[in-house]
């Protein structure tokens, strides 16, 4: 149950805290004043879809947070939790997500950033949102299934029924593959046959490119090489003063006083290990200088190989692993495709077989639906019926197709509102009360489980005493769940328990929303406000101070 709202620079809402209790909760206020916004910043919170436009100007960013409550019957949120790594903290989620100016977002719960997925995937066990759009989507007959599904409680059967499904898709995808026409096999075998045998004529390995490169450096440079470590071993240990020798006489110098002093016999030491060094660094070079090879031959060669593996990366990888791999998955590509005969035949047995599991699944679930069918167009009409549509008829009508991702079912609700007159798909029949009311019957018999149920608006096209009979319907739900209605319904408002007035301010400079929670005597005020509009009389006052009366002794009665 949602206790706690907290929305900062959304659109006009500079700064609002709501404390929210159980049961059934009225939202209010003049049109334009931000009702609206509320509904806004719960599905920001539920991590849908959020435009930076949503960013009060002149501020950095949106920012909406909120406290739930979780006890232990909530075991679907409690599971979703715990497949997210989420752990409620003392019984309590608090989430929050913020929306930057820039059109970047991030969320957290309890403290910890998830993203904006892991608060859809939590948040649709914590608020269930119902706009006028919900309403006008029961006219789209493709919906229909759903909510039979719901009812029918078919998950189960629909997931194994999808797997097969996707399945047999992808076994008909493979055999269209494999079939495809001759000519162009015949040209992706040939051309494969080329590929490979032109990487394997190569024989290329791993580490080649990058010795190929040293070598290449050595050859282009290998004058320059012969000539500086020939000086270099002038000067060491050939001509007439060079460093051996010269190193060498003044050792000797040194071994007349090296037992004189500490520190003579160190000097003598340490030239001694340079002595040695120089004569191994000039040995060195020596051998250097003769095993040093040039070859024009070599580096064209070592050009050419470095080009050939150019060309192949430029054809088949970033690097000569790449090709090589490249090379195995074509060979088993060709493999796969010189042997289509067989691997059609197979592949033609295990759909057949597929094919065969998939109608089973199908006709299960058929039967499934038909038998929950029944019952939901009883609940429906017992719920109409209650919603001032005595009269009324509801069928759920069936139809066949082929497989699809739901079944092989067509699903319509069909509706005769009065007396005498046809079924009709709710397209060609339903007024805006109509579908308002029908929605409302559907999430009370589908009973949903989340703790928190919104209605933005859902009675629109409703008054009289079909105004009355939704708002005690409302109030029925609230019994088991916390029921948020954004309303310009008197009836509503005066059945619910909780009372909030949306207002909007000016000042020169700035529009600011306002939300407060209405005492009785603030409640008849805003009822005769809904009820008279510009002009309030006594007899407006006298009506709406009856129906609060009314409201708060009544409820569901």
Do not use: W
Not at 152 to 162: G, M, V
Request: net charge negative; glycine share 6%.
């Amino acid at each position: 149950m949602l206790t706690c709202l907290h929305i900062e620079n959304v659109a006009v809402i500079e700064r609002v805290d709501i404390e929210l209790g159980g049961g059934l909760i009225a939202l209010t206020g003049e049109t334009g004043a931000g009702k609206s916004i509320i509904i806004d910043s719960l599905n920001m919170l539920m991590g849908n879809r959020t435009s930076r436009d949503i960013v009060r100007t002149g501020n950095r960013k949106a920012t909406v947070n909120a406290s739930f409550t979780v006890s232990a019957a909530d075991t679907d949120l409690i599971r979703a939790c715990e497949d997210c790594g989420i752990e409620p903290e003392d019984g309590m989620l608090i989430l929050q997500r913020e929306v930057f100016e820039d059109g970047k977002s991030t969320s957290r719960i309890n403290g910890r950033q998830v993203t904006a997925s892991v608060l859809r995937q939590i948040g649709k066990y914590l608020v269930n949102i119902n706009g006028q759009q919900d309403s006008a989507s029961l006219l789209d007959s493709s919906t229909h299934i759903r909510y039979l599904d719901r009812y029918a409680s078919n998950s189960d059967i629909l997931e194994s029924y999808r797997k097969i499904y996707r399945r047999a898709v992808s076994l008909k995808r493979r055999i269209m593959s494999v079939t495809a026409d001759a000519d162009k096999r015949e040209k992706r075998i040939e051309l494969l046959n080329f590929q490979i045998s032109e990487i394997n004529a190569a024989a290329l390995t791993e580490d080649e490119e990058e010795k190929l490169k040293q070598r290449r450096s050595v050859l282009m440079n290998a004058e320059k090489i012969a000539e500086n470590l020939e000086y270099a071993g002038q000067f060491l240990r050939s001509g007439g003063e060079n460093a051996v020798d010269l190193v060498s006489s003044a050792l000797k110098q040194l071994q007349h006083i090296e037992n004189l002093s500490q520190q003579t016999s160190e000097l003598y030491g340490r030239l001694s290990d340079a002595l040695e060094s120089l004569e191994d660094i000039a040995e060195d070079i020596r051998r250097q200088e003769e095993g040093l090879e040039f070859s024009r031959d070599e580096l064209e060669q070592t050009e050419e190989r470095l080009q050939l593996i150019s060309d192949l990366k430029h054809k088949y990888g970033r690097d000569i692993r790449s090709i090589n791999e490249y090379a195995a998955e074509a060979a088993a590509e060709l493999e796969q495709l010189q042997d289509s005969e067989n691997t059609l035949s197979q592949i033609e047995s295990d759909f057949e077989a597929c094919a065969e599991e998939l109608a089973a699944a199908a006709e299960q679930l058929t039967q499934s639906r038909r038998a929950a069918a029944a019952g939901l167009e009883k609940a429906i009409m017992d719920e109409l019926a209650f919603l001032n549509m005595p009269d009324v008829r509801f069928k759920v009508e069936f139809g066949r197709c082929a497989a699809k991702s739901d079944g092989c079912d067509v699903v319509e609700f069909l509706l005769s509102a009065n007396k005498g007159e046809q079924l009709k798909p709710l397209a060609k029949i339903a007024s805006g009360g109509e579908l308002s009311r029908i929605m409302l019957s559907i999430k009370n018999v589908l009973a949903d489980t989340v703790g928190t149920c919104v209605f933005d608006e859902i009675d629109s096209g409703v008054s009289g005493r079909a105004a009355q009979k939704i708002a005690m319907k409302l109030k029925q739900m609230s019994a088991g769940r916390q029921v948020i209605a954004v309303t310009h319904l008197a009836y509503i408002a005066a059945y619910a328990d909780h009372h909030f007035l949306i207002e909007k301010h000016s000042d020169a400079a700035r529009t600011y929303t306002a939300v407060r929670e209405l005492d009785n005597a603030a409640r008849i005020d805003e009822l005769a406000r809904i009820l008279g509009g510009i002009n309030i009389t006594e007899a407006v006052r006298s009506a709406a101070e009856e129906m609060l009366r009314t409201g708060l002794t009544s409820g569901t009665n």
